[in-house]
């Protein structure tokens, strides 16, 4: 009997913990979610000011890592490292298995060809517009006189200041460097480059900053393209004066076709109602079947009718800094009208609405492709190209750039670096990237910096 009676004692006490712990177990929920609305509350009770700066500290963190060296290319974001300028960045360095950007997108493209392809099926005529009835856009033959005019100065200009600012260039990687002594920034990392990565300097020349990009020179821009056969019969010319040409500058070693009544577009097809070849044009009369392997010294021939003073040597940089600013505006708003072509994986350009037929591509797949070019919209630095160079503050102070510091470095184009040590004033576009509102550290400062 008494063994029963502590039993159900037992059970009992047993019955009430079971019950207190359930107890325990709804306060505890209770109170962590009571904790978890307090928290809430505080934060939405934050001062506005204070929730501001509370995101601010979270972007500061996610965004530390600003700086990244891709080859011989600097990148970096506007945050912060820049306070002042709006950051203009560099192109970034492509793969070999990448194609270039398109510049217009390829969905776009897409709906325009299939456009085009219903248009052909009807046959209606198509009204064009200048050029693409074969005839000039009046208002941009000054333009075209006045890019050819800029690259003329802009040529002489070159030539003067790199007599007195020495240019170098790796023998190995190609990379080009304005003022002197050379920078020690081992970035050469191509195949025969040393294993420090230093670069191996040699004196340079105006073709390293000047690079020339050359195009086949057409008689008639709505004619066919330049097959694979004839591609040493056409004459090839600066891709900037090809496209001078075609926008209203005559020249008589370089013959093209200028149309009194327009051409017109029936089904797709261009239909010209004027004679083929009159006769006073011989096509192939003035082709020189030679020039496209015979150097021309064109630099020299171009700058010698512009006069220059010889001892003002900032005066020349300026008239230069501006000749480059108008040549590159004008080139792109005649490359607004006048089409352009570039290979999205080589560095070949044709100007014209449609690009050549000569197989001579050797970038990525060139094979399935037969050596062919993959044509697409060009940019001004496809005719243009900038050569990036890195940007010296103080160039007189003789010390060269080191590899330890090279992340505060900021980076121009050669012409622009050329003529802004000889005193000329570098325009407020490149303010952001050549990073004058950086204070460059010394070696032994590096660690200190924040």
């Not at 002042?84 to 990448?98: I, S």
């Not at 261009?270 to 015979?294: L, M, T, V």
């Not at 089409?339 to 560095?347: D, E, F, M, S």
Request: aromatic share 8%.
């Amino acid at each position: 009997m008494f063994d029963a009676i502590v039993l159900l004692f037992f059970f009992w006490i047993f019955g009430h913990l079971a019950f207190l712990s359930d107890i325990a177990c709804i306060m505890f929920v209770k109170i962590t979610k009571m904790e978890k609305k307090k928290k809430i509350l505080s934060t939405a009770m934050l001062p506005r000011q204070a929730q501001t700066i509370k995101k601010l500290w979270e972007f500061a963190t996610q965004n530390s890592s600003t700086f990244s060296i891709v080859g011989n290319k600097l990148k970096h974001q506007c945050g912060s490292y820049s306070t002042g300028q709006t950051c203009r960045e560099l192109p970034r360095k492509l793969k070999k298995a990448e194609r270039k950007p398109w510049v217009t997108n390829i969905n776009e493209l897409k709906r325009i060809a299939r456009t085009e392809r219903k248009e052909r099926q009807m046959v209606r005529e198509r009204i064009l517009q200048p050029p693409e009835n074969g005839l000039l856009v009046k208002e941009l033959i000054p333009v075209a006189h006045q890019v050819y005019d800029a690259r003329t100065k802009l040529l002489a200009c070159v030539l003067k200041v790199a007599e007195g600012i020495a240019i170098y260039s790796c023998s190995v990687c190609g990379e080009v460097h304005i003022g002197n002594p050379p920078h020690k920034i081992r970035t050469c990392n191509v195949m025969g480059s040393a294993a420090s990565k230093e670069h191996s300097w040699k004196r340079g020349a105006v073709e390293h900053i000047l690079p020339l990009v050359e195009s086949f020179h057409l008689y008639d821009r709505l004619g066919r393209a330049v097959s694979h056969n004839e591609r040493l019969q056409v004459d090839r010319i600066p891709a900037i004066l090809e496209l001078c040409v075609q926008a209203g500058i005559n020249f008589s070693e370089y013959p093209t076709r200028r149309r009194v009544f327009p051409a017109y577009s029936i089904s797709g097809r261009i239909i010209d109602f004027e004679r083929r070849f009159p006769k006073e044009d011989a096509p192939g009369k003035d082709i020189n079947s030679c020039g496209f392997w015979q150097k021309r010294n064109k630099t020299s021939g171009d700058s010698k009718f512009v006069d220059l003073q010889p001892g003002d040597l900032q005066g020349i940089a300026v008239c230069g800094m501006e000749a480059w600013k108008r040549m590159h505006s004008g080139a792109s708003r005649l490359m607004q009208k006048y089409a352009v072509q570039t290979c999205g994986y080589c560095l070949e350009v044709q100007v014209g609405p449609k690009g050549h037929r000569v197989r001579n591509c050797q970038a990525y797949k060139q094979q399935m492709r037969d050596g062919q070019h993959a044509w697409q919209e060009a940019t001004i630095d496809d005719v243009i190209p900038p050569v990036y160079v890195w940007h010296i503050q103080n160039h007189q102070s003789g010390k060269p750039l080191v590899n330890e510091l090279k992340r505060y470095y900021g980076m121009l184009p050669a012409v622009v670096e050329l003529f802004a040590q000889a005193g000329a004033s570098v325009p407020d576009d490149y303010a952001g990237m050549m990073r004058e509102d950086v204070a460059v550290p010394e070696l032994d400062e590096e660690m200190l910096v924040v």
